[in-house]
């Protein structure tokens, strides 16, 4: 084990060192000269108008969570698809069908209840 | 037989004590003592039916049991929370429940102008129930709890009236050297259960009395150690030399626990456990001389000091230690038999004595000196008689109670000597002597002669209520008619009771132990004897104290102050135990156990040490707890890292 | 090619009790108007109860279920159990605080059904992609209820942060099966088995394994993945604490001792030592860090790692023997049984002492904002709530581990497993350590019975959360004086596990 791990060892240890070697000879030998705009956050571009730490509306992270949930759900439908194919040979479709249909319905049913629950107002 | 009712029996009184003790002063105090009362009389009547059912199996075959579950299982140590009901612990219940039942009764009259009623009828219960446990355990351990479950109950009823720091002192005295009693006993089991364990068939309980009875014979070995351990736990608990001193000071409780407790139940305990493991005494030759020898000696030392005391319930007190002592030592010479008759009629003899004299302390607004007594014949018709009666009986006048059971231990006792000369014998011949002159002692200074009390507490004295006035009736017929439950096959009786007990006993070692051995004439003559003596220390005690009381100035003046300050002081046993055991274990515990070990070593340097460097640490450690999530995260991450690491290049 | 396994419905039948239940609940609080409070409670509960009766009624043949993925048998059946119960005691404790706080939060009912469900499916798990669907399930209900009360900062804190190095230890341990997949060719425990049992996995398999691990070590509160414990239990709500404190636990004990004993048996060796290291470590800062608390959460918290560490240690004894002799089946070790054992035994125990703990701590209620958490907050409760005072104090007792309580003999069942598996030190150092928290835990009692002060204003009451917490500190005494039955239980259970 601990042969078969030497390789790899060597592999993290070669990049530390180059790392470590391009920062430092780029701290010795790179030229300095302080300006304003070098200190500037976007050195070409527009100036920028403020902080970046401003707060959002909470709002915009409920759709932004909902969003990825629902979505994400919804990606696993292609898959699905691929599968739902194959099963339609094996003769298992109403099976596959089923599953899929219990599943979009608990997505259903948590979208119906955010619905309810007023967490798609913007409000 | 398996009969369920066992276990009512013992929880009756257990669910008196928890309705008493759980409401106590939201209970109206009729209601408490309606409730004691009626928890013991359903365990007396469920009591009464058991043991007919008993009666009615043939008599090899008179065992009832009622398993309530496995208790202990561990590994090979299986013991079952259970009952067992054979003849000996039938009479035990029937004693139990019976002058149980009658000492409530008399409570409800003694006790009525009381605070703390539910309490008092809460332990008084709660012995009950604990003492019903010791007598009907299957096996030691339940036993034990039961036996230490009295203990308990003794100690909290001795300290009832707890305001008063002597009567504290005598509970704490009497559970004190209980203990040391108790940790014999508790030897006693483990060596019983490391010689047994190797031994056990499948499926036996290790220290079940069936078990350890068939087994027998494997517990030669130890049976020398294991009786004689036991017999400091019986010493404890049966006021026996060394440790009697509790019992006199214990008469600082109420006078129907005297009665109850330290007379007709609880210090009878020592000899039942003794009848119950008889088996295992036997095997010891040994170990029974030396019961035989310190009971007879208890029995004589205590009737002497009962002879110098002045406080009615002290005579009493040294008369049950004396009395116990001819229990123990018929147990000793093997007569298990008699013993237990003896337990039973000294429960009706002794209660009645204690009950009597709670009544007259009534009477007398709480005057308990015999010297500032006298006269009271008169005005207490009914105690007065059944005093007489409980007086009779304990002198041993034929053919009341104590004479037939007292006359049963006396003949074993002359038929142990094997060959020697009756020392036994002769010890509890001198005890019966004296006990018949300090009871009359008693009576004529209570009852007879003129009234020394002072003018305003003889106006006062009257009758107690029939509450108290029953029970002591009911008791004095038991005394003097309880004999007959026993009267012995050669002075042309029964012998029931001896017969009811014979499958229970092993057979005494090379004593008499049903008393059929010895020829009827010499028991005839050894009754005639000792009713001689007795009736010879009446007599004494009545010219004494009655006829001709300048006899007894006349014998002090003759002997000195000496010997009555020797009997009054008990012979300075109290003293000598502070001297010799309490005093430089005092010293011991105070300089180096506290001061050095407790104070220095252990409070110091371990516990204050520990506690400096566990709380450093902890403080230090608290630092890490900075509450960023970032921090906590990087010490995640760092925790993984050594997870792999180590994984990989060490596991 | 897809093939249908075979469904057997009548073993999956409380899972989906308790899943159909959840999603009910939920859409009963969203469409029914006129619902009052106790109407949620009341159907929560009788979800609860249907599961149970489900499993008392249906009984299934015991074995691997839908291709293998579950494992349904009576070791899974006793923690079922376990999490209904504690989901029932946790909903009379929460309906109970949201009706003395008058804040209504009808979505902790279906969370709290939810995470119920995802413990069982994680106990029940004989496969890492179903372990991580029930460890998610549970997290991600168990985030929101820490979440309980919405306005007040402490309690999201507490639930950020629970978020965040929670989502951090699911990465690991999705990280950690990817590398067992990749070894081992299936996500299966019988297919890690397999592979581990020959010594082929090489050093990417011990680090995938080491990852999974890291996940479990999280939700137990193994240092040094403990550090959120303390934050998060301090800003929950109390009985939410509790829920935590003791279905979480259950359940991730629960999966662990499966994992370990089915998947890992001939891995011990590389392990141990590593696990010996931080068991040392859990119990002793646990135990360490519990003295110097202000807060009783805090307090319980640091106590429930100390007594992961003591869990860890039955662990230790179960992998124990087989280190030694890897060739040998572990259902044959006497040694193995006692310590699996011992560890349910003390798992149930754990959770009614806590559970009866947490009970106290919710209904005394709030003042000034704050829930009475501060240990100071208790001084002469005896005085004010007798009959809560005595079930704290005996809640307290057991964790201490005096004789006559369960948390005494569970410690006793434990250690003496230990000691015959040969772990003498370690055995020796639990004691130790169980010596020092009788300190703190000892101190609550104190301050309720010691002091007559009546000054402190936490003085909530509420009937049946105290009537649920006096029978779970009546069945800690009981199963204190009485353990053989439930003893034999556990044992039964565990046999079944290892078949």
Redesign the interface.
């Given at each position: 084990m601990t042969a078969s791990a030497v390789p790899v060892l060597l592999v993290l240890l070669v990049a530390v060192l180059f790392a470590a070697l391009f920062l430092v000879l780029s701290y010795w030998l790179g030229p300095r000269r302080r300006d304003p705009l070098k200190e500037s956050p976007y050195e070409c571009g527009i100036p920028a108008r403020g902080t970046v730490q401003i707060r959002f509306f909470v709002r915009f992270f409920l759709v932004a969570l909902f969003f990825l949930i629902f979505d994400l759900e919804a990606v696993f439908l292609y898959p699905w698809v691929l599968v739902f194919r194959s099963s339609l040979e094996s003769g298992a479709a109403a099976f596959a069908l089923g599953e899929m249909g219990v599943f979009l319905a608990i997505l259903v049913t948590g979208f119906v209840y955010v619905w309810r629950k007023g967490g798609l107002e913007w409000q | 037989m398996i009969d369920t009712s066992l276990r009512w029996i013992v929880l009756a009184p257990l669910v008196g004590a928890a309705v008493n003790g759980l409401l106590n002063r939201r209970l109206p105090r009729r209601a408490a003592g309606l409730v004691g009362c009626a928890a013991v009389a359903v365990s007396l009547a469920l009591a009464v039916r058991a043991v007919l059912r008993l009666a009615a199996l043939p008599a090899d075959e008179r065992v009832l049991t009622d398993t309530l579950g496995?208790w202990i299982?561990s590994g090979s140590l299986q013991v079952d929370a259970g009952f067992l009901l054979d003849p000996l612990s039938a009479v035990m219940i029937l004693v139990v429940t019976g002058v149980g039942f009658l000492i409530h009764v008399y409570s409800l009259g003694y006790m009525a102008h009381n605070a703390g009623l539910p309490r008092f009828f809460a332990f008084l219960n709660l012995f009950i129930g604990a003492m019903l446990v010791l007598v009907l355990a299957e096996n030691l351990p339940l036993l034990f709890i039961g036996w230490e479950g009295v203990g308990l109950c003794s100690y909290l009823l001795i300290s009832f009236w707890f305001d008063a720091e002597a009567n504290a002192d005598a509970g704490r005295k009497a559970f004190i050297t209980n203990r040391v009693g108790d940790f014999g006993a508790l030897l006693a089991m483990f060596v019983l259960g490391v010689a047994l364990l190797p031994h056990l068939g499948p499926g036996e309980g290790l220290f079940s009395f069936p078990v350890l009875r068939a087994h027998a014979h494997d517990l030669t070995g130890v049976a020398t150690l294991a009786s004689l351990l036991l017999f400091l736990g019986v010493t404890g608990k049966s006021a026996q030399i060394p440790l009697y001193i509790w019992l006199p000071d214990a008469m600082a409780g109420p006078t129907p626990v005297s009665a109850l407790i330290h007379a007709a139940t609880m210090v009878t305990a020592g000899v039942y456990l003794m009848a119950r493991l008889s088996f295992l005494f036997v095997l010891s030759p040994a170990a029974m001389s030396v019961v035989a020898g310190v009971g007879i000696g208890t029995a004589l030392f205590a009737a002497t000091i009962a002879v110098a005391q002045t406080d009615i319930k002290k005579v009493l007190a040294y008369s049950t230690v004396s009395q116990l002592g001819y229990m123990v030592a018929a147990c000793g010479v093997g007569a298990f038999a008699a013993g237990v008759f003896h337990v039973v009629t000294h429960a009706f003899f002794k209660a009645l004595l204690f009950l009597g004299a709670g009544s007259v302390i009534h009477a007398m607004h709480h005057e308990q000196d015999l010297r500032a007594m006298g006269g009271l014949a008169r005005r207490l018709p009914l105690t007065w008689p059944t005093m007489l009666a409980g007086t009779l009986a304990i002198a041993g006048v034929p053919p009341l109670a104590g004479f037939v059971s007292k006359d049963e231990i006396l003949f074993a006792a002359f038929l142990g000597a094997r060959g020697g000369f009756p020392w036994l014998w002769l010890a509890g011949f001198l005890t019966a002597g004296l006990t018949a002159f300090y009871m009359m002692r008693l009576i004529a200074l209570a009852f007879l002669g003129e009234s020394r009390a002072s003018p305003e507490a003889r106006a006062n004295v009257h009758e107690s209520p029939p509450t108290m006035t029953v029970p002591l009736v009911v008791l004095a017929a038991l005394s003097v008619a309880g004999g007959f439950l026993g009267w012995p096959h050669a002075l042309g009786g029964g012998a029931r009771l001896q017969a009811w007990l014979a499958p229970v006993f092993a057979s005494g070692h090379g004593a008499a132990a049903d008393g059929g051995h010895g020829s009827a004439g010499l028991e005839w003559t050894l009754a005639g004897v000792s009713t001689l003596i007795a009736i010879a220390g009446l007599g004494l005690g009545y010219l004494a104290y009655v006829r001709r009381p300048r006899l007894v100035a006349a014998a002090r003046a003759w002997l000195g102050g000496r010997p009555a300050q020797v009997l009054g002081r008990k012979y300075f046993v109290d003293e000598l135990y502070g001297r010799l055991i309490y005093r430089p274990l005092q010293r011991l515990a105070d300089v180096v156990c506290f001061r050095w070990v407790d104070r220095g070593l252990i409070d110091n340097l371990l516990v204050g040490g520990s506690?400096v460097v566990?709380?450093f640490?902890?403080?230090l450690?608290?630092l890490?707890?900075n509450?960023l999530?970032r921090?906590?995260?990087w010490?995640?991450a760092?925790?993984?890292t050594?997870?792999?690491v180590?994984?990989?290049?060490?596991? | 090619m897809i093939t249908v396994p075979p469904v057997n419905w009548p073993a999956l039948l409380p899972y989906l009790v308790i899943g159909g239940g959840g999603l009910v609940v939920m859409l009963v609080d969203a469409f029914v108007r006129t619902l009052r409070k106790d109407h949620l409670t009341a159907l929560t509960g009788l979800v609860f109860l249907g599961a149970a009766i489900a499993m008392i009624a249906v009984k299934p043949e015991p074995g691997p279920q839908l291709g293998g993925m579950l494992t349904v048998q009576m070791y899974t059946r006793f923690f079922d159990f376990l999490l209904l119960g504690i989901g029932l005691v946790t909903t009379v404790y929460g309906s109970a605080v949201y009706s003395q706080d008058g804040d209504y939060r009808p979505e902790f009912y279906p969370l709290v059904l939810f995470a119920v469900l995802g413990m069982m499916v994680l106990v029940a798990a004989s496969d890492l992609l179903i372990l991580f669907l029930g460890i998610e399930t549970m997290s991600l209900a168990v985030y929101a209820l820490v979440c309980g009360r919405r306005g007040e900062l402490r309690s999201s804190e507490a639930a950020l942060k629970y978020l965040l190095l929670g989502s951090f230890a699911s990465a690991f341990l999705l990280m950690g099966a990817a590398l067992l997949y990749g070894c081992a060719g299936g996500t299966s425990y019988a297919a890690l088995a397999a592979v581990g049992g020959t010594g082929e996995g090489g050093p990417l398999f011990a680090v995938g394994l080491g990852l999974v691990l890291v996940g479990f070590a999280f939700k137990v509160a193994m240092v040094p993945f403990h550090m959120w414990t303390p934050d998060v239990y301090d800003g929950a709500p109390a009985h939410v604490t509790g829920f935590m404190a003791t279905a979480v636990k259950a359940a991730a004990f629960g999966a662990l001792i499966r994992f370990v004993t089915i998947a890992l048996p001939g891995l011990a060796a590389h392990w141990s030592g590593l696990l010996t290291v931080l068991t040392v470590l859990t119990m002793t800062a646990g135990n360490l860090l519990a003295l110097v608390q202000a807060s009783i959460k805090r307090m319980l918290a640091y106590s429930s790692i100390a007594h992961a560490g003591y869990l860890l240690l039955g662990v230790l004894a179960i992998l124990a023997p087989a280190g030694g002799d890897p060739g040998r089946p572990l259902r044959e070790s006497a040694v193995v049984q006692a310590a699996g054992s011992g560890l349910l035994f003390y798992l149930l125990g754990y959770c009614l002492m806590n559970l009866a703990a947490f009970g106290v701590i919710s209904q005394l209620g709030r003042s000034g904002g704050v829930e009475a958490d501060q240990v100071d907050h208790y001084r002469g409760l005896s005085g004010r709530q007798p009959v809560a005072a005595a079930v704290l104090a005996v809640a307290m007792f057991s964790l201490a581990g005096i004789p006559g309580t369960v948390g005494f003999l569970g410690k006793f069942y434990l250690f003496e497993a230990a000691i015959r598996a040969q772990l003498v030190p370690l055995a020796i150092w639990g004691v130790v350590n169980s010596l020092l928290s009788v300190y703190y835990y000892l101190r609550v009692v104190v301050v309720m019975y010691m002091s007559d002060d009546q000054t402190e204003p936490f003085d909530g009451r509420n009937w049946e959360t105290i009537l649920l917490a006096g029978c779970l500190a009546a069945l800690v005494v009981l199963l204190g004086v009485f353990p053989a039955a439930v003893h034999g239980l556990t044992s039964l259970a565990f046999g079944t596990m290892l078949g």
């Amino acid at each position: 084990m601990t042969a078969s791990a030497v390789p790899v060892l060597l592999v993290l240890l070669v990049a530390v060192l180059f790392a470590a070697l391009f920062l430092v000879l780029s701290y010795w030998l790179g030229p300095r000269r302080r300006d304003p705009l070098k200190e500037s956050p976007y050195e070409c571009g527009i100036p920028a108008r403020g902080t970046v730490q401003i707060r959002f509306f909470v709002r915009f992270f409920l759709v932004a969570l909902f969003f990825l949930i629902f979505d994400l759900e919804a990606v696993f439908l292609y898959p699905w698809v691929l599968v739902f194919r194959s099963s339609l040979e094996s003769g298992a479709a109403a099976f596959a069908l089923g599953e899929m249909g219990v599943f979009l319905a608990i997505l259903v049913t948590g979208f119906v209840y955010v619905w309810r629950k007023g967490g798609l107002e913007w409000q | 037989m398996i009969d369920t009712s066992l276990r009512w029996i013992v929880l009756a009184p257990l669910v008196g004590a928890a309705v008493n003790g759980l409401l106590n002063r939201r209970l109206p105090r009729r209601a408490a003592g309606l409730v004691g009362c009626a928890a013991v009389a359903v365990s007396l009547a469920l009591a009464v039916r058991a043991v007919l059912r008993l009666a009615a199996l043939p008599a090899d075959e008179r065992v009832l049991t009622d398993t309530l579950g496995r208790w202990i299982a561990s590994g090979s140590l299986q013991v079952d929370a259970g009952f067992l009901l054979d003849p000996l612990s039938a009479v035990m219940i029937l004693v139990v429940t019976g002058v149980g039942f009658l000492i409530h009764v008399y409570s409800l009259g003694y006790m009525a102008h009381n605070a703390g009623l539910p309490r008092f009828f809460a332990f008084l219960n709660l012995f009950i129930g604990a003492m019903l446990v010791l007598v009907l355990a299957e096996n030691l351990p339940l036993l034990f709890i039961g036996w230490e479950g009295v203990g308990l109950c003794s100690y909290l009823l001795i300290s009832f009236w707890f305001d008063a720091e002597a009567n504290a002192d005598a509970g704490r005295k009497a559970f004190i050297t209980n203990r040391v009693g108790d940790f014999g006993a508790l030897l006693a089991m483990f060596v019983l259960g490391v010689a047994l364990l190797p031994h056990l068939g499948p499926g036996e309980g290790l220290f079940s009395f069936p078990v350890l009875r068939a087994h027998a014979h494997d517990l030669t070995g130890v049976a020398t150690l294991a009786s004689l351990l036991l017999f400091l736990g019986v010493t404890g608990k049966s006021a026996q030399i060394p440790l009697y001193i509790w019992l006199p000071d214990a008469m600082a409780g109420p006078t129907p626990v005297s009665a109850l407790i330290h007379a007709a139940t609880m210090v009878t305990a020592g000899v039942y456990l003794m009848a119950r493991l008889s088996f295992l005494f036997v095997l010891s030759p040994a170990a029974m001389s030396v019961v035989a020898g310190v009971g007879i000696g208890t029995a004589l030392f205590a009737a002497t000091i009962a002879v110098a005391q002045t406080d009615i319930k002290k005579v009493l007190a040294y008369s049950t230690v004396s009395q116990l002592g001819y229990m123990v030592a018929a147990c000793g010479v093997g007569a298990f038999a008699a013993g237990v008759f003896h337990v039973v009629t000294h429960a009706f003899f002794k209660a009645l004595l204690f009950l009597g004299a709670g009544s007259v302390i009534h009477a007398m607004h709480h005057e308990q000196d015999l010297r500032a007594m006298g006269g009271l014949a008169r005005r207490l018709p009914l105690t007065w008689p059944t005093m007489l009666a409980g007086t009779l009986a304990i002198a041993g006048v034929p053919p009341l109670a104590g004479f037939v059971s007292k006359d049963e231990i006396l003949f074993a006792a002359f038929l142990g000597a094997r060959g020697g000369f009756p020392w036994l014998w002769l010890a509890g011949f001198l005890t019966a002597g004296l006990t018949a002159f300090y009871m009359m002692r008693l009576i004529a200074l209570a009852f007879l002669g003129e009234s020394r009390a002072s003018p305003e507490a003889r106006a006062n004295v009257h009758e107690s209520p029939p509450t108290m006035t029953v029970p002591l009736v009911v008791l004095a017929a038991l005394s003097v008619a309880g004999g007959f439950l026993g009267w012995p096959h050669a002075l042309g009786g029964g012998a029931r009771l001896q017969a009811w007990l014979a499958p229970v006993f092993a057979s005494g070692h090379g004593a008499a132990a049903d008393g059929g051995h010895g020829s009827a004439g010499l028991e005839w003559t050894l009754a005639g004897v000792s009713t001689l003596i007795a009736i010879a220390g009446l007599g004494l005690g009545y010219l004494a104290y009655v006829r001709r009381p300048r006899l007894v100035a006349a014998a002090r003046a003759w002997l000195g102050g000496r010997p009555a300050q020797v009997l009054g002081r008990k012979y300075f046993v109290d003293e000598l135990y502070g001297r010799l055991i309490y005093r430089p274990l005092q010293r011991l515990a105070d300089v180096v156990c506290f001061r050095w070990v407790d104070r220095g070593l252990i409070d110091n340097l371990l516990v204050g040490g520990s506690a400096v460097v566990t709380i450093f640490t902890g403080s230090l450690l608290r630092l890490m707890q900075n509450g960023l999530v970032r921090f906590y995260a990087w010490v995640f991450a760092l925790g993984v890292t050594v997870f792999a690491v180590y994984l990989t290049f060490l596991g | 090619m897809i093939t249908v396994p075979p469904v057997n419905w009548p073993a999956l039948l409380p899972y989906l009790v308790i899943g159909g239940g959840g999603l009910v609940v939920m859409l009963v609080d969203a469409f029914v108007r006129t619902l009052r409070k106790d109407h949620l409670t009341a159907l929560t509960g009788l979800v609860f109860l249907g599961a149970a009766i489900a499993m008392i009624a249906v009984k299934p043949e015991p074995g691997p279920q839908l291709g293998g993925m579950l494992t349904v048998q009576m070791y899974t059946r006793f923690f079922d159990f376990l999490l209904l119960g504690i989901g029932l005691v946790t909903t009379v404790y929460g309906s109970a605080v949201y009706s003395q706080d008058g804040d209504y939060r009808p979505e902790f009912y279906p969370l709290v059904l939810f995470a119920v469900l995802g413990m069982m499916v994680l106990v029940a798990a004989s496969d890492l992609l179903i372990l991580f669907l029930g460890i998610e399930t549970m997290s991600l209900a168990v985030y929101a209820l820490v979440c309980g009360r919405r306005g007040e900062l402490r309690s999201s804190e507490a639930a950020l942060k629970y978020l965040l190095l929670g989502s951090f230890a699911s990465a690991f341990l999705l990280m950690g099966a990817a590398l067992l997949y990749g070894c081992a060719g299936g996500t299966s425990y019988a297919a890690l088995a397999a592979v581990g049992g020959t010594g082929e996995g090489g050093p990417l398999f011990a680090v995938g394994l080491g990852l999974v691990l890291v996940g479990f070590a999280f939700k137990v509160a193994m240092v040094p993945f403990h550090m959120w414990t303390p934050d998060v239990y301090d800003g929950a709500p109390a009985h939410v604490t509790g829920f935590m404190a003791t279905a979480v636990k259950a359940a991730a004990f629960g999966a662990l001792i499966r994992f370990v004993t089915i998947a890992l048996p001939g891995l011990a060796a590389h392990w141990s030592g590593l696990l010996t290291v931080l068991t040392v470590l859990t119990m002793t800062a646990g135990n360490l860090l519990a003295l110097v608390q202000a807060s009783i959460k805090r307090m319980l918290a640091y106590s429930s790692i100390a007594h992961a560490g003591y869990l860890l240690l039955g662990v230790l004894a179960i992998l124990a023997p087989a280190g030694g002799d890897p060739g040998r089946p572990l259902r044959e070790s006497a040694v193995v049984q006692a310590a699996g054992s011992g560890l349910l035994f003390y798992l149930l125990g754990y959770c009614l002492m806590n559970l009866a703990a947490f009970g106290v701590i919710s209904q005394l209620g709030r003042s000034g904002g704050v829930e009475a958490d501060q240990v100071d907050h208790y001084r002469g409760l005896s005085g004010r709530q007798p009959v809560a005072a005595a079930v704290l104090a005996v809640a307290m007792f057991s964790l201490a581990g005096i004789p006559g309580t369960v948390g005494f003999l569970g410690k006793f069942y434990l250690f003496e497993a230990a000691i015959r598996a040969q772990l003498v030190p370690l055995a020796i150092w639990g004691v130790v350590n169980s010596l020092l928290s009788v300190y703190y835990y000892l101190r609550v009692v104190v301050v309720m019975y010691m002091s007559d002060d009546q000054t402190e204003p936490f003085d909530g009451r509420n009937w049946e959360t105290i009537l649920l917490a006096g029978c779970l500190a009546a069945l800690v005494v009981l199963l204190g004086v009485f353990p053989a039955a439930v003893h034999g239980l556990t044992s039964l259970a565990f046999g079944t596990m290892l078949g």
